[in-house]
Nanobody, 125 residues
Framework: QVQLVESGGGLVQVGGSLRLSCTAS????????LAWFRQAPGREREFVAA???????KYSDSVKGRFTIDRDNAKNTVNLQMNALKNEDTALYFC???????????????????WGRGTQVNVSS
């Protein structure tokens, strides 16, 4: 059973930075796609960023150039460095992992089998 636990959320001012981390347990995910999604109140869950085992990355247009995803396979973690934060980045951020080995990053939530419970990010003016 794979478990994903996010950390690093909090309250930050517009223009500030946060670094989210997600640690996986129960199985090594060094060959799986790892991703971040987010969901704001009243809105659909949306893709943020993903990275596969070859470090091929994909970003949503809304975060491109501001957020960076990276992974540490030795620690079974995936991180999201968020810079130049905006009010519209306020959301519950989820870590996700797919169950396929060697896949390419995708933006669809249904492609990911494992999910964390989320960490809240609040950006204030």
């Amino acid at each position: 059973q794979v478990q994903l636990v996010e950390s690093g959320g909090g309250l930050v001012q517009v223009g500030g930075s946060l670094r989210l981390s997600c640690t996986a347990s129960g199985r090594t995910l060094d060959r799986n796609v790892l991703a971040w999604f987010r969901q704001a109140p009243g809105r659909e869950r949306e893709f943020v960023a993903a990275i596969n085992w070859r470090a091929i990355m994909k970003y949503s247009d809304s975060v491109k150039g501001r957020f960076t995803i990276d992974r540490d396979n030795a620690k079974n973690t995936v991180n999201l460095q968020m810079n130049a934060l905006k009010n519209e980045d306020t959301a519950l951020y989820f870590c996700a992992a797919d169950s396929l080995v060697g896949a390419v990053p995708t933006t669809r939530a249904r492609d990911y089998e494992y999910w964390g419970r989320g960490t809240q990010v609040n950006v204030s003016s």
